[in-house]
């Protein structure tokens, strides 16, 4: 049996991926930090397969100590500060986080067991500013965020390891990936949520920002499984996961509010208040190379995603 430990295993892609390991046979071990409200809302139906074991990416000797005990053949390092509107707010914890913390796991391998083989989370927001559309492995990083940033730098400390250390190590250049269990504070969920209540007559209205970004939206059940076949390679590589479609957040309001029978126009109103300090426009990627090594490809479509979210939010609401 194969053990695997997942570092944010309470989040979107951490719960996903733990059903996906436990489905293949895997011992799964999920790191949470310690606090005095525990959510685990995420993994709660089924909790009891997994170990949930305590430490920190903030604290090194705490990652050099779970290695030490559960000696785990895969390691996929989920956990992060993912809400890019939150990174300038708290560009510093950002970069704490989802850079240096990355360093910390890293080094926790090279000094327990370099054979452990890793996985990172890298992000389509590394792209920003886009020199070229789509997106592949090869695009040039121009990130806007001190997300992006912060993540650019783990994803190149990933490669240093790699080819410093003979690390086993991957990255995967995940473009948006949503679902029912995403955190309302993005703005697929926040639209999805907001639909909803609209229909339940519980809102009148929903206020979003930028309705003419542009973003490349998967299914997160879908790219967890492209996560597991990059450690399955022969070789370490760094893999593009997209759909290669572009739609507009306008797009989605329409899908979502046609899904419940309403005109998005009625009700959806752009606030400025709610955009970036630097925008990025359009993100769609090319993952010829996930498709082609990986023989991996998405298998739900947008709007079926979206379909998806809704029908769960409005189930949702009807139950509270």
Same mark, same amino acid.
């Given at each position: 049996?194969?053990?695997?430990?997942?570092?944010?295993?309470?989040?979107?892609?951490?719960?996903?991926?733990?059903?996906?390991?436990?489905?293949?046979?895997?011992?799964?071990?999920?790191?949470?930090?310690?606090?005095?409200?525990?959510?685990?809302?995420?993994?709660?139906?089924?909790?009891?397969?997994?170990?949930?074991?305590?430490?920190?990416?903030?604290?090194?000797?705490?990652?050099?100590?779970?290695?030490?005990?559960?000696?785990?053949?895969?390691?996929?390092?989920?956990?992060?500060?993912?809400?890019?509107?939150?990174?300038?707010?708290?560009?510093?914890?950002? +970069? &704490?986080? =989802?850079?240096?913390? %990355?360093?910390?796991?890293?080094?926790?391998?090279?000094?327990?067991?370099?054979? *452990?083989? @890793?996985?990172?989370?890298?992000?389509?927001?590394?792209?920003?500013?886009?020199?070229?559309?789509?997106?592949?492995?090869?695009?040039?990083?121009?990130?806007?965020?001190?997300?992006?940033?912060?993540?650019?730098?783990?994803?190149?400390?990933?490669?240093?390891?790699?080819?410093?250390?003979?690390?086993?190590?991957?990255?995967?250049?995940?473009?948006?990936?949503?679902?029912?269990?995403?955190?309302?504070?993005?703005?697929?969920?926040?639209?999805?949520?907001?639909?909803?209540?609209?229909?339940?007559?519980?809102?009148?209205?929903?206020?979003?920002?930028?309705?003419?970004?542009?973003?490349?939206?998967?299914?997160?059940?879908?790219?967890?499984?492209?996560?597991?076949?990059?450690?399955?390679? +022969? &070789?370490? =590589?760094?893999?593009? %996961?997209?759909?290669?479609?572009?739609?507009?957040?306008?797009?989605?309001?329409? *899908?979502? @509010?046609?899904?419940?029978?309403?005109?998005?126009?009625?009700?959806?109103?752009?606030?400025?208040?709610?955009?970036?300090?630097?925008?990025?426009?359009?993100?769609?990627?090319?993952?010829?190379?996930?498709?082609?090594?990986?023989?991996?490809?998405?298998?739900?479509?947008?709007?079926?995603?979206?379909?998806?979210?809704?029908?769960?939010?409005?189930?949702?609401?009807?139950?509270?």
């Amino acid at each position: 049996m194969k053990r695997a430990l997942i570092t944010g295993i309470t989040g979107q892609d951490g719960s996903y991926l733990a059903e996906l390991l436990l489905a293949k046979g895997y011992e799964v071990y999920g790191m949470v930090r310690r606090a005095s409200t525990e959510n685990f809302e995420r993994i709660e139906p089924f909790r009891d397969r997994i170990r949930l074991v305590q430490g920190d990416l903030l604290d090194p000797m705490s990652l050099i100590t779970l290695l030490e005990e559960i000696r785990p053949q895969e390691l996929y390092n989920l956990a992060a500060q993912s809400f890019v509107p939150t990174s300038w707010r708290q560009p510093v914890l950002t +970069a &704490e986080f =989802d850079a240096i913390g %990355v360093t910390r796991v890293l080094e926790a391998i090279r000094l327990v067991d370099r054979n *452990i083989r @890793f996985y990172q989370a890298s992000s389509s927001e590394m792209f920003g500013k886009v020199r070229e559309v789509p997106q592949s492995e090869l695009t040039p990083f121009h990130p806007r965020s001190p997300y992006g940033v912060a993540k650019v730098y783990a994803h190149y400390i990933t490669v240093n390891y790699r080819e410093s250390y003979g690390i086993f190590a991957c990255s995967g250049i995940l473009f948006n990936h949503e679902s029912p269990r995403r955190g309302k504070e993005f703005v697929t969920r926040k639209v999805t949520d907001g639909v909803a209540r609209i229909h339940l007559g519980l809102e009148s209205e929903l206020r979003l920002g930028n309705l003419e970004a542009r973003r490349d939206w998967g299914f997160a059940g879908d790219y967890v499984e492209a996560m597991w076949l990059m450690l399955q390679q +022969a &070789e370490p =590589d760094d893999y593009v %996961v997209a759909t290669g479609e572009s739609h507009t957040v306008a797009e989605l309001a329409e *899908i979502a @509010f046609g899904r419940v029978g309403l005109d998005w126009k009625r009700y959806v109103r752009e606030d400025p208040s709610l955009k970036r300090p630097a925008e990025v426009d359009s993100l769609v990627g090319d993952a010829a190379k996930a498709r082609d090594r990986l023989g991996w490809k998405p298998r739900v479509s947008f709007p079926e995603l979206v379909g998806m979210m809704v029908d769960a939010d409005v189930a949702r609401l009807r139950r509270s």
